[in-house]
């Protein structure tokens, strides 16, 4: 992935912190836009960072792995866990309830 611009932090719910974003350019011509959003949970003694992706067009699974690669030697390794949705991503209640509360979105059935 090559980054391509920078965007200003944004709100999200349940984020204590949300840095600047970042655009990014992928092999496949595609190009995101994702957040870094930060939570520390002073009860766990944990702090919770997701990245929040917008696509400007549907996602490759090429297209995924090579934004996770990146996200995974941004963090030093894989996420505890991925979900996805249609649409504003920080409007997404269940992805926003695991930043905020640190409880985990419940597992979908595949169709």
Do not use: H
Not at 34 to 59: K, L
Not at 104 to 110: D, G, L, V
Request: hydrophobic content about 30%.
């Amino acid at each position: 992935m090559r980054i391509v611009g920078s965007l200003p932090p944004r709100e999200v719910e349940g984020a204590e912190q949300v840095l600047g974003g970042v655009v990014g350019e992928l092999a496949s011509g595609n190009v995101c836009r994702f957040w870094p959003a930060m939570t520390y949970d002073r009860d766990a003694d944990q702090t919770r960072i997701a990245f929040f992706v917008e696509w400007y067009q549907s996602p490759t699974p090429d297209d995924q792995r090579e934004l996770t690669a990146y996200t995974d030697n941004l963090m030093g390794g894989p996420p505890a866990l991925a979900t996805e949705c249609k649409g504003d991503p920080t409007a997404s209640q269940e992805n926003v309830e695991w930043l905020r509360s640190g409880t985990p979105p419940k597992p979908r059935r595949s169709n």
